[in-house]
């Protein structure tokens, strides 16, 4: 980032570092901060700081069990996406494919590449007007590149939910992992997930869609990456 | 030389994962070792629940950001990097995000007023082991610490870090000009950093 980036003149340098850790920030701000970060090196120095802190706070809490229910059905899950990863690595590897057989993958997503072009088919549910904005469900219609997959984004007091149908097993060793494009780049998300046989998955977008000018999702490495690998199969424009 | 995340056999049984440290279970995780994930999970979701419920103040609420917290973890594996921290204080930040979004999505008047009333279920933890009675021994220092400090200090720190509040909601909620709650923030945080033991910093 150059000093001429007006990102560098942001207007809660110094003062902004204690909320940001704290999670006080309004989403818009957390997102121009953490860019604010990047390029002044005092507050980041304010930030490592004060973050010491913050993350000891939890043990502050009163300390409580966690709910066996909760054990069961999160290791049930676990397990089952566990066995699912190993049933399909023999089979994979069995027909692995080359590194520039990864081609059709990026030809699918050929189309995807178009995504400054995405028509984004907004559908406002819940009535036209009169009613809160926090009550309404958007269903925005999304860029697939499968030829028979579909997938909408249903955004909700800012947030968002992919669901997903009809869309391949992610490619071998891969697994599907969700993004956020803000100012033309593609931040990475904690969403990382597999499609059921029939290639249906809903998967709630992490964090609010403030700033966010597209939902994507690529096929990743299993563990996800931090910089996407190849092009996007999935792309929700997001007004 | 040995190598812990291996037993002679090959095999990586529970009672071999649960010698491991953190660390080197994440690497299991990572490859997609459930039985590595169970570890964690059984090592940090009372307090990951704990917070949750501090912060949502309603069960089932507190459940579900448990719930997708450790799938997020078990699924994002790889992102975790321990010079940034250890895997409680990762998994701790995943559940406080989690539980901000959820807050968030709720009005604030439904979230309710950060106090010290409110926790209903309140349930002793199961285990106390040495490691237990260490985190007992940082919690109470850190809640000295926390207490320690001027009223309007913690006040909005615990209405920003446990309330999932944003600092304008709280100037608003205080009637006091948002430059001033951030001020308070900061004052407070890094006086408790004194009081935890890190001197570094003069506190005016």
Known sequence: MSHDDPQDVYAGCGEDAAPYVLGALTDVEHE?????????????????????????????????????????????????????????????????????????????????????????????????????????TQLIRAQVSAPRGTATLAVSA?????????????????????????????????ALFTVSVAGNATVAVPGSLAGVKAVMVTAEPEGGSTVPTSKPVIVAGVS | MFNPLRSATGERSAGHLRVLADEELMQLVYRGNADAFEVIYDRHADAAFSLAMRMCRQRSL???????????????????????GSVRTWTLGIVHNRAIDAL????????????????????????????????????????????????????VIELAYFGGMTHIEIATMLDTPVGTIKGRMRLGLTKMRMALGDPAEVVQ
């Open chain 2, 104 to 155: 968030r999505r709720k009005t604030v008047r439904d979230r309710g007023v950060v106090s010290d009333e409110g926790i209903e279920e309140r349930i002793p933890a199961r285990e106390r082991t040495e490691l237990e009675f260490a985190r007992r021994d940082e919690a109470r220092e850190l809640r000295d610490a926390l207490e320690g400090l001027p009223e309007e200090q913690s006040r």
């Open chain 1, 158 to 190: 800012g947030h968002g939910q992919l669901r997903i149908a009809g869309l391949p097993q992610s490619p071998p060793r891969h697994i599907y992992e969700v993004w956020l494009e803000r100012a033309g780049k593609a931040h990475p998300t904690d």
């Open chain 1, 32 to 136: 121009a901060f953490r860019v604010h970060l990047e390029s002044c090196a005092i507050c980041r120095e304010e930030v490592a700081s004060l973050a010491v802190v913050a993350h000891s706070l939890p043990a502050a809490v009163p300390q409580l069990s966690a709910p066996g229910e909760v054990r069961d059905r999160v290791m049930a899950t676990v397990k089952a996406e566990a066995e699912l990863r190993q049933e399909r690595t023999p089979r994979v590897l069995s027909r692995r494919l080359g590194p520039k057989h990864t081609a059709w993958r990026l030809g699918l997503a050929s189309a995807v590449t178009t995504a400054a072009a995405v028509i984004a088919i907004v559908l406002a549910l819940g009535g036209s007007g009169g009613s809160h904005a926090s009550q309404h």
């Open chain 2, 62 to 84: 507190a459940e579900d950001v448990v719930q997708e917290s450790f799938l997020s973890l078990w699924r994002s594996g790889a992102r975790y990097d321990r010079k940034r």
